[in-house]
């Protein structure tokens, strides 16, 4: 490096660029990653509406419904029911949002910026992944500090578990989400393809209501969709922690079961970190095409 | 086609070819972008290429910039092959696409440090190299500021600026003023002119503007896809010779008869009037007003430019092979000097 800065203004201050290393591939991720996080927390509008659902959701929609069944739910309130779902729904839309940034790039051309840079095109991939998370998970962090307010306690293993959880969610939403974007060329479409997929997938993950005593064809509905097995481990660690007797915790938690198998937990998380890598990969493949 | 003396600098020392190309080729399905062309571009010049949109001019800069794949045939740049040392080429091009590729949400010092960071600049050179970009092109002041509220001139210094924070060897520019002002465009002329002088740099642009090309070392002209003719700007000039006539008459089809049959001139309409080259055009005018037999209502005559020298290997001018184009500024082409 041949930079010398006592060199007035003709004197070339020459840079040379390094070799491919884990190094440069390790920054190159960083830099895609803080990006995200610089465009998020720069644009305060997209927090505040982002939050906005899930908070409608929560306390409008939750509130409204508990009258139906007045006294609540064996003496749970519906809202402390949702909360794992209205979590999971925060980070749902803002980590698609984010995913579907690239296509944003694409069309304003930052993304071209990112596809000549000699890195390999999976760090940039990575680090947009990787970024939606933080974001995503950095919303559900808002909805998490609700939680007293529907009566899920502030517990510091709950709130581990749970935030833990959301970051593994956060990652596969965007990966899923960045596997979609690769592939469209403008936001219109981008959206309406979200809306499309979103909604039912909500819908049909158990967010809102139990999947026990659902008719067969919404069991199997609801046991396809991925999002399933982020919001079951979420309520169950929810119900760790609070005073239910068995038999409301038994209604309203029975969990995941295939052919009357309970799944466990942890295989209910690795599905989602498998879907998510799997996603990752293909994302990977399709950035590294060239026409 | 003539090589350029590059012992021009000094002569230091022997240098491979900034880029070179070979047979190279591009199809999209049934369209042939580019149809097998050759050159190459010495260190240090500044080589223009210039050709109607649709030419080929991007596509062939894409291939270069190893955006796209050649279909055929073969380029390297800086020495590296653009398909197998990809990585190679990347390190040593800096970019300035047509369109605009910053982060409007980003600063403009974010913007470079973005940069730096995927090229993987090393971090005790950076500031002095940011400051010195940013101050080529007057934006230092305003390195804080948000790239959204930039005017487009200041954007496209800025993409100048980011384009060559990593020193790149090789910096393309793919048309580098469009739709800018005139003001502008100059200032962006002054730009490149300056970095020829102060960085060790090879320049590869392409315009579609006649009067850009002059600014080169050597130019290319394009047209469907193959390389027309490729000289420097004087040589071109030198090899069409003959000063171009335009003429507005009362009845057109009644001039360009009677051009041919008492002057022997073969004459067309070019943008709206009768055109057609002669040797000493001045000269031919009086002859002209004695001996046309039509009333005529304007002439110009203007001493061979880029756009004659265009329109003698494509017969065409490269305003009417972009008819769409919509900067149509002069009604008459005029004489640059």
């Given at each position: 490096m041949s930079t010398n800065t006592a060199m007035p203004s003709p004197g070339v201050a020459r840079v040379r660029v390094p070799e491919r290393s884990v190094r440069q591939d390790l920054r190159a991720v960083k830099i895609v990653w803080q990006r995200e996080l610089i465009r998020f927390f720069r644009d305060r509008l997209r927090m505040f509406t982002s939050l906005l659902q899930p908070i409608l959701f929560l306390f409008v929609l939750g509130t409204g419904l508990s009258t139906l069944a007045s006294g609540g739910i064996g003496g749970l309130s519906l809202r402390t029911f949702m909360f794992p779902g209205v979590l999971s729904m925060a980070t749902l839309f803002t980590a698609m949002f984010s995913a579907g940034s690239i296509v944003w790039d694409r069309e304003f051309g930052f993304l071209r910026e990112m596809l000549v840079?000699?890195?390999?095109?999976s760090t940039i991939v990575i680090g947009k992944c990787l970024g939606g998370a933080t974001v995503a998970t950095f919303q559900g962090v808002i909805i998490l500090c609700l939680a007293g307010l529907v009566g899920v306690p502030y517990s510091p293993a709950l709130i581990l578990t749970l935030l833990g959880e959301l970051l593994l969610l956060s990652f596969t939403i965007t990966a899923t989400g960045v596997m979609a974007a690769a592939r469209i060329q403008n936001m219109q479409s981008f959206f309406a393809l979200v809306q499309m997929f979103m909604m039912p997938m909500f819908f049909l993950s158990g967010a809102l209501y139990?999947?026990?005593?659902?008719p067969s064809w919404l069991q199997v509905l609801t046991r396809i969709n991925p999002l399933t097995y982020a919001v079951d481990p979420m309520r169950r660690a929810v119900f760790d922690h609070l005073d239910v007797s068995a038999a409301t915790r038994h209604a309203l938690v029975s969990g995941v079961t295939w052919w009357g198998w309970q799944v466990p937990s942890w295989l209910e998380l690795a599905i989602v970190a498998f879907i998510g890598l799997i996603m990752l990969g293909i994302s990977i493949a399709e950035f590294r095409r060239t026409e | 086609m003539r090589k350029i003396d590059v012992s021009a600098d000094g002569g230091v020392k022997v240098k491979q070819p900034a880029v070179s190309v070979r047979g190279l080729a591009k199809r999209y399905g049934k369209v042939e972008a580019v149809r097998g062309i050759d050159f190459e571009v010495a260190p240090g010049e500044i080589f223009g290429f210039l050709g109607p949109?649709?030419?080929g001019k991007t596509t062939t800069i894409n291939m270069l910039c190893t955006l796209a794949n050649p279909s055929a045939g073969s380029a390297a740049v800086a020495g590296h092959d653009v398909v197998s040392e990809r990585d190679e080429v990347r390190r040593n091009i800096g970019l300035v696409f047509q369109d605009t590729t910053l982060d409007n949400y980003l600063s403009a010092e974010q913007n470079l440090r973005f940069h730096a960071e995927l090229y993987g600049m090393p971090r005790s050179v950076l500031p002095e190299r940011m400051r010195r970009v940013l101050e080529m092109v007057g934006l230092w002041e305003r390195r804080k500021s948000l790239v959204g509220t930039f005017s487009g001139g200041m954007k496209r210094r800025l993409e100048i600026a980011r384009g060559l924070l990593h020193s790149p060897r090789v910096l393309f520019l793919d048309?580098?003023?469009?739709?800018?002002?005139p003001q502008t465009r100059s200032s962006i002329w002054n730009y490149i002119e300056e970095l020829k002088r102060s960085e060790d740099i090879t320049i590869f642009l392409t315009t579609h503007y006649m009067d850009e090309a002059e600014y080169c070392d050597r130019i290319a002209i394009m047209d469907s896809g193959r390389i027309v003719v490729l000289d420097t700007p004087e040589a071109l000039k030198a090899s069409v010779g003959k000063d171009r006539v335009q003429i507005e008459t009362e009845d057109d089809a009644a001039a360009i008869e009677a051009l041919g049959r008492q002057f022997g001139v073969e004459a067309e309409i070019h943008e709206g009037s009768v055109t057609f080259a002669v040797a000493q055009g001045e000269q031919f005018v009086p002859r002209l007003f004695a001996g046309l037999g039509v009333p005529i209502r304007s002439v110009s005559v203007s001493r061979p430019s880029l756009d004659d020298v265009f329109m003698s290997y494509t017969g065409t001018t490269i305003r009417d092979a972009e008819a769409s184009a919509s900067d149509h500024m002069r009604m008459f082409m005029r004489a640059r000097r």
């Amino acid at each position: 490096m041949s930079t010398n800065t006592a060199m007035p203004s003709p004197g070339v201050a020459r840079v040379r660029v390094p070799e491919r290393s884990v190094r440069q591939d390790l920054r190159a991720v960083k830099i895609v990653w803080q990006r995200e996080l610089i465009r998020f927390f720069r644009d305060r509008l997209r927090m505040f509406t982002s939050l906005l659902q899930p908070i409608l959701f929560l306390f409008v929609l939750g509130t409204g419904l508990s009258t139906l069944a007045s006294g609540g739910i064996g003496g749970l309130s519906l809202r402390t029911f949702m909360f794992p779902g209205v979590l999971s729904m925060a980070t749902l839309f803002t980590a698609m949002f984010s995913a579907g940034s690239i296509v944003w790039d694409r069309e304003f051309g930052f993304l071209r910026e990112m596809l000549v840079a000699p890195v390999r095109r999976s760090t940039i991939v990575i680090g947009k992944c990787l970024g939606g998370a933080t974001v995503a998970t950095f919303q559900g962090v808002i909805i998490l500090c609700l939680a007293g307010l529907v009566g899920v306690p502030y517990s510091p293993a709950l709130i581990l578990t749970l935030l833990g959880e959301l970051l593994l969610l956060s990652f596969t939403i965007t990966a899923t989400g960045v596997m979609a974007a690769a592939r469209i060329q403008n936001m219109q479409s981008f959206f309406a393809l979200v809306q499309m997929f979103m909604m039912p997938m909500f819908f049909l993950s158990g967010a809102l209501y139990p999947l026990s005593n659902l008719p067969s064809w919404l069991q199997v509905l609801t046991r396809i969709n991925p999002l399933t097995y982020a919001v079951d481990p979420m309520r169950r660690a929810v119900f760790d922690h609070l005073d239910v007797s068995a038999a409301t915790r038994h209604a309203l938690v029975s969990g995941v079961t295939w052919w009357g198998w309970q799944v466990p937990s942890w295989l209910e998380l690795a599905i989602v970190a498998f879907i998510g890598l799997i996603m990752l990969g293909i994302s990977i493949a399709e950035f590294r095409r060239t026409e | 086609m003539r090589k350029i003396d590059v012992s021009a600098d000094g002569g230091v020392k022997v240098k491979q070819p900034a880029v070179s190309v070979r047979g190279l080729a591009k199809r999209y399905g049934k369209v042939e972008a580019v149809r097998g062309i050759d050159f190459e571009v010495a260190p240090g010049e500044i080589f223009g290429f210039l050709g109607p949109n649709g030419a080929g001019k991007t596509t062939t800069i894409n291939m270069l910039c190893t955006l796209a794949n050649p279909s055929a045939g073969s380029a390297a740049v800086a020495g590296h092959d653009v398909v197998s040392e990809r990585d190679e080429v990347r390190r040593n091009i800096g970019l300035v696409f047509q369109d605009t590729t910053l982060d409007n949400y980003l600063s403009a010092e974010q913007n470079l440090r973005f940069h730096a960071e995927l090229y993987g600049m090393p971090r005790s050179v950076l500031p002095e190299r940011m400051r010195r970009v940013l101050e080529m092109v007057g934006l230092w002041e305003r390195r804080k500021s948000l790239v959204g509220t930039f005017s487009g001139g200041m954007k496209r210094r800025l993409e100048i600026a980011r384009g060559l924070l990593h020193s790149p060897r090789v910096l393309f520019l793919d048309e580098p003023t469009i739709g800018l002002d005139p003001q502008t465009r100059s200032s962006i002329w002054n730009y490149i002119e300056e970095l020829k002088r102060s960085e060790d740099i090879t320049i590869f642009l392409t315009t579609h503007y006649m009067d850009e090309a002059e600014y080169c070392d050597r130019i290319a002209i394009m047209d469907s896809g193959r390389i027309v003719v490729l000289d420097t700007p004087e040589a071109l000039k030198a090899s069409v010779g003959k000063d171009r006539v335009q003429i507005e008459t009362e009845d057109d089809a009644a001039a360009i008869e009677a051009l041919g049959r008492q002057f022997g001139v073969e004459a067309e309409i070019h943008e709206g009037s009768v055109t057609f080259a002669v040797a000493q055009g001045e000269q031919f005018v009086p002859r002209l007003f004695a001996g046309l037999g039509v009333p005529i209502r304007s002439v110009s005559v203007s001493r061979p430019s880029l756009d004659d020298v265009f329109m003698s290997y494509t017969g065409t001018t490269i305003r009417d092979a972009e008819a769409s184009a919509s900067d149509h500024m002069r009604m008459f082409m005029r004489a640059r000097r």
